[in-house]
């Protein structure tokens, strides 16, 4: 059984950092794509970045290119999100989300992963 569990979501002011994480069972990070995708209230699932398996190619969404930052521990199978210069407009759900096979042109598409978490939730202040 598959299990994705998010934690270290919170509330910032804007410029300031949080670290996500998301720890993995039943799958093997290391062999899978593993993405955080964020969900704002009225807004459609977005994702955010993805880590390809063996490469460790990163892909970023153009509005976190340069503030956040995604690794992996495979010691400790799980996937962190590392965000910086956080602005009002960072506040969402975060979901960590995971996948043997995602196509490299649609990471950003939830469809494309079987495996999520509950999502934690991160509130950027002005």
């Known amino acids: 059984q598959v299990q994705l569990v998010e934690s270290g979501g919170g509330s910032v002011q804007a410029g300031g950092s949080l670290r996500l994480s998301c720890a993995a069972s039943?799958?093997?990070?290391?062999?899978?794509?593993m993405a955080w995708f964020r969900q704002a209230p009225g807004k459609e699932r977005e994702g955010v970045t993805l880590?390809?398996?063996?490469?460790?190619?990163?892909y970023y969404t153009d509005s976190v290119k340069g503030r956040f930052t995604i690794s992996p521990d495979n010691a400790k199978n799980t996937v962190y999100l590392q965000m910086n210069s956080l602005k009002p407009e960072d506040t969402a759900l975060y979901y960590c989300?995971?996948?043997?096979?995602?196509?490299?042109?649609?990471?950003?598409?939830?469809?494309?992963?079987?495996?999520w978490g509950q999502g934690t939730q991160v509130t950027v202040s002005s």
């Open positions: 039943g799958v093997t990070i290391s062999s899978n794509y």
């Open positions: 880590i390809s398996p063996i490469t460790s190619r990163t």
């Open positions: 989300a995971a996948d043997g096979s995602v196509a490299r042109g649609s990471w950003g598409s939830p469809s494309e992963y079987n495996y």
